[in-house]
């Protein structure tokens, strides 16, 4: 499958006239001209000659013969590195530089995250290096995860599908979860337990992604004890007469797809870590028959997999 970036942006009752502008149109070419060329000269995209597409793509007009003097930007200089790693994630290009280039960002990170005064630089430096997995985050994450009451939360809206979706107390528990030591089991224990039917869907969400990477009897108990929580259980669409039951006057309702979400994730989470119970297969086996498709096919993908260790990781 080839994927490409538009590069532009529109309300969404724009799109029509947006799809019938040459720039659009000829990218679609673009990439059906790469993928001809790649089956055509038996070999995959990323070895494509991209001097010889882009001869073609100015033979036909699309492109100026200039861009044949074009060089590519990466990789990227060591100083830009550094310096990107020194301001830290603030926006999303030096977050994409510090994932990219961990050898050189992560010494700058750590000493962020044990000198620097500034405690929001500190936590951004933690929340980084957490979710490359290293371990001198952990005590740190611990205590900010700790310390934080749970902030505003994301639920799921349809129509309105903007944002990061989760919280920045979410991506923290992710963060400590992708470390995947054992001492962190106390610390995520406390979040879930601090959960009830009225938690955002991505505070659910971030502990079951946090508790799936371990096998722990203390984190599926836990997991288990939330999902008994009144409201939590028993929103699959098994037969249209469920569907009938949660419909209202709203045009774009959620309320019904976020509840199955909650239960669904969760389940997921109580499964991989241990599954006290058997709730967690249960929750599965039912929402691999539900009606809507998407909710089906992901708990019929895990139940598929016989690897757990991989899955795991494939979670997280």
């Not at 100083?79 to 990107?84: Q, S």
């Not at 929103?235 to 979400?261: F, G, K, M, W, Y």
Request: proline share 4%; glycine share 8%.
């Amino acid at each position: 499958m080839l994927v490409t970036g538009l590069g532009v942006s529109a309300h969404r009752d724009a799109l029509p006239v947006i799809r019938m502008q040459p720039d659009v149109q000829n990218q679609g070419y673009a990439a059906g001209l790469a993928s001809a060329m790649a089956v055509r000269n038996g070999q995959d995209l990323r070895h494509l000659d991209m001097r010889r597409l882009q001869r073609e793509l100015i033979g036909v007009g699309i492109l100026e013969a200039e861009v044949l003097r074009h060089t590519d930007s990466f990789p990227l200089p060591e100083k830009t590195i550094r310096e990107a790693a020194t301001r830290g994630p603030t926006d999303l290009f030096t977050a994409a530089i510090v994932m990219e280039y961990p050898e050189l960002s992560h010494p700058v990170l750590l000493e962020t995250l044990h000198h620097d005064p500034d405690s929001q630089r500190r936590e951004d430096a933690a929340l980084i290096l957490g979710l490359n997995r290293r371990k001198e985050a952990l005590i740190p994450l611990m205590e900010m995860v700790d310390a934080q009451e749970w902030d505003e939360g994301w639920d799921y809206t349809g129509m309105h599908q903007f944002g990061m979706s989760m919280s920045r107390l979410d991506a923290l528990i992710i963060a400590l979860g992708k470390i995947g030591d054992e001492a962190a089991i106390p610390v995520i224990l406390r979040k879930i337990e601090s959960l009830d039917e009225n938690s955002a869907f991505s505070h659910c969400r971030a502990v079951s992604i946090a508790a799936g990477a371990f096998t722990d009897s203390r984190l599926a108990r836990a997991l288990y004890d939330l999902l008994q929580k009144p409201g939590m259980l028993g929103h699959a669409h098994l037969r249209t007469a469920a569907v009938v039951a949660e419909a209202n006057d709203d045009p774009i309702e959620t309320q019904a797809r976020n509840r199955s979400l909650k239960e669904l994730i969760l389940g997921r989470g109580l499964y991989l870590c241990g599954d006290h119970e058997g709730l967690g297969r249960r929750i599965l086996e039912t929402y691999a028959n539900d009606l809507r498709g998407q909710y089906a096919r992901h708990a019929q993908a895990i139940l598929a997999c016989t690897d757990l260790q991989s899955l795991k990781k494939e979670v997280m």
